[in-house]
């Protein structure tokens, strides 16, 4: 049925209708997590904390104790322990959040998402420098040793923590909320310009954190391998870089699935791929359970060096018996027997 409406001294006229809702033009409804799931995403925040915290600083006094001059990648994988204790340090807010609500207030809100995002970017760079560095020291051995790579590491290290630094500054712009039942802490920026900023930081994001790195990363150790296998004494050369590559394989194996979800979020946000709402639900939910499982990786690293790392289990060793705690002859005798290899083509804890 169809009315017309004449405004004279507006010189209007309005066409009345039946109007229809489209579905497919409606907003989908915002995925909440069911009251199970958040329990069960918070002891898993609680349990990743529990691990991380020991684990990490273990890792930081075998490494940092240690009275000879740090080669290049073990002082990475120092400053990597940082990072990843950085980000444990955040995740009981997380883990209450997820229950609760954010009940830390705004300051808090910005602070936590600052250290979280300092910690993901410089993570990534340090595991970018430690495969730069062992393709130098491995491929380019010549020029490795001409070079003062000790003093460059020190500067690397600070340029890494000044980038990480200032890619975490859009964290100013989280604070809490008011969500569909609870308080939130999370992106807040100016509705005019909303959709430009997430399209920025989230640019930012894969390229700088994920997509460049890996890129450079790929091709120092698929060189740096390649040549070991040409080289008398490869094999014992591949035992010390270990450590290094399941590193890098744990931070893929955490974190890509999570940019994989970010990146169908950016793309279903910018209209470049037309999307229904239980596709937009899916990613929802995969971005949920992505991220739990990249948090995990700040627990990882510890564990790979006490299993992978052999030099690093000699030098905790040492630690335990200056400590006088007891050990077992048999692990020592053991740890003695293997020949360790020249500090120029490892690094003490690889």
Not at 151 to 168: D, H, K
Not at 242 to 263: N, S, T
Request: hydrophobic share 45%.
């Amino acid at each position: 049925m169809n009315r017309h409406i004449h405004f004279p001294f507006l010189n209007l006229t309005f066409n009345e209708s039946t109007f229809i809702l489209d579905p497919e033009t409606q907003p989908c409804n915002t995925y909440s997590i069911p009251d199970a799931v958040a329990v069960g995403v918070s002891i898993f925040y609680v349990l990743i904390f529990l691990l991380a915290i020991p684990g990490n600083l273990v890792v930081g006094l075998v490494i940092g104790l240690n009275k000879q001059p740090l080669p290049p990648s073990d002082l990475y994988l120092l400053h990597l322990a940082v990072a990843d204790l950085l980000l444990a340090v955040t995740l009981p807010f997380w883990a209450t959040s997820v229950t609760k609500g954010w009940v830390f207030g705004d300051a808090m809100c910005k602070l936590v998402t600052v250290l979280q995002e300092l910690s993901f970017y410089s993570s990534i760079l340090f595991l970018t420098c430690i495969s730069v560095d062992r393709y130098m020291v491995i491929v380019r051995a010549m020029e490795a040793r001409k070079s003062n790579r000790q003093r460059a590491s020190r500067g690397v290290c600070a340029a890494v923590w000044t980038i990480g630094a200032l890619l975490s500054l859009p964290g100013f712009f989280n604070s809490t909320f008011q969500s569909s039942k609870q308080m939130a802490c999370g992106e807040q920026y100016d509705p005019g310009s909303a959709d430009v900023w997430r399209q920025v930081t989230r640019v930012l994001r894969h390229m700088l954190g994920f997509l460049i790195p890996l890129a450079i990363m790929l091709p120092c150790y698929g060189v740096t391998i390649r040549r070991l296998l040409h080289v008398r004494g490869g094999f014992q050369r591949q035992r010390a870089m270990r450590v290094i590559v399941f590193v890098v394989v744990a931070f893929l194996l955490c974190w890509a699935p999570y940019h994989v979800a970010v990146m169908a979020d950016t793309f279903f946000r910018a209209k470049i791929v037309p999307y229904k709402c239980p596709a937009r639900m899916a990613v929802d939910q995969a971005m949920l359970g992505t991220q739990s499982l990249g948090l995990l990786h700040s627990c990882v690293n510890p564990v790979l060096y006490a299993f992978v790392g052999e030099k690093f289990r000699r030098r905790l060793q040492q630690l335990v018996r200056k400590a006088g705690i007891p050990e077992r002859k048999s692990s020592v005798s053991r740890m003695s027997s293997r020949s360790s290899l020249s500090s120029d083509l490892t690094s003490t804890f690889m």
